[in-house]
């Protein structure tokens, strides 16, 4: 039986959001290790933090937000799908589900551009602030 809760939408955007990052990683990193002669044909058992303090920081940057992206949010992808299951997908859960996408994104957005740590902060704060409220929510509509 399919379900079809609305808070599922502000989910697979996040997903969407990570892999515009993902692209936009790939299309910033590539170039800048070609101009420094490092091919990808001839790397051999190396990772993306090998290109710490190789490749500029501007460009390790969009790695930086790419693997935050992989960490918090799964936590809010098992909370969206535990309050859809439930039934609790609409109202102030929704609303919080779409704040907690939106600053993400703009998280991702500071860290890419401009990277200013205290900006940052805030804003995985207030992010944070929101996941917890409907964790929260999910508890209290599963126990």
């Excluded at 190396?46 to 960490?71: F, I």
């Excluded at 704060?125 to 929101?130: N, R």
């Amino acid at each position: 039986m399919p379900i079809h809760s609305p808070i599922l939408a502000p989910a697979i955007v996040l997903v969407l959001w990570s892999l515009f990052m993902l692209a936009w990683l790939a299309i910033a990193r590539v170039p800048a290790m070609s101009k420094l002669g490092i091919r990808l044909g001839s790397i051999v058992g190396s990772r993306g933090v090998n290109l710490e303090g190789v490749v500029p920081d501007r460009v390790n940057w969009k790695s930086h937000n790419y693997s935050h992206l992989m960490e918090q949010p799964t936590l809010f992808y098992v909370t969206v799908v535990v309050l859809a299951l439930v039934g609790e997908g609409g109202g102030v859960n929704l609303q919080l589900a779409w704040a907690y996408v939106g600053l993400r994104i703009v998280h991702s957005l500071v860290q890419a551009l401009w990277n200013r740590v205290i900006v940052r902060f805030t804003i995985f704060g207030m992010a944070t602030l929101a996941l917890l409220v409907l964790a929260i929510n999910a508890a209290q509509a599963t126990l």
